[in-house]
């Protein structure tokens, strides 16, 4: 449960901004789509090239963060493996203790 709610608040983080940027990059399309009605053809193709160069950085970011979130799940799950293999022989040694007493 505790995984899923890490997982929840970091896609949270994470989508917030991804989608306001993808907002953002869908604005603009839609007004150089007015404006090549309005003609300026070599301006429009440059600033489509822009936003092809901003949606390639966008993705570059976006797999960086992947790879970090991947790895950052990666170490929590080490650590989690690592409490829970000494919790069990703690547990283990706890009942053996009991049993003995009774």
């Known amino acids: 449960m505790g995984e899923f709610v ?21 604005r603009r399309m839609m007004e150089l789509k007015l404006r090549m009605t309005q003609g300026s053809d070599a301006e429009v193709k440059a600033a489509i090239e822009a936003l092809r160069a901003e949606v390639r950085a966008l993705r570059d970011t976006t797999m960086q963060y992947d790879i970090s979130f991947d790895s950052a799940l ?8 690592k409490i829970e293999r000494r919790a069990i022989p703690t547990e283990a040694a706890e009942v053996a203790e009991l049993s003995r007493l009774r």
């Open 74 to 81: 990666q170490r929590v799950e080490s650590r989690v493996d």
């Open 6 to 26: 890490g997982l929840v608040a970091v896609l949270c983080f994470f989508g917030i901004p991804l989608s306001a940027i993808w907002g953002h990059n869908r």
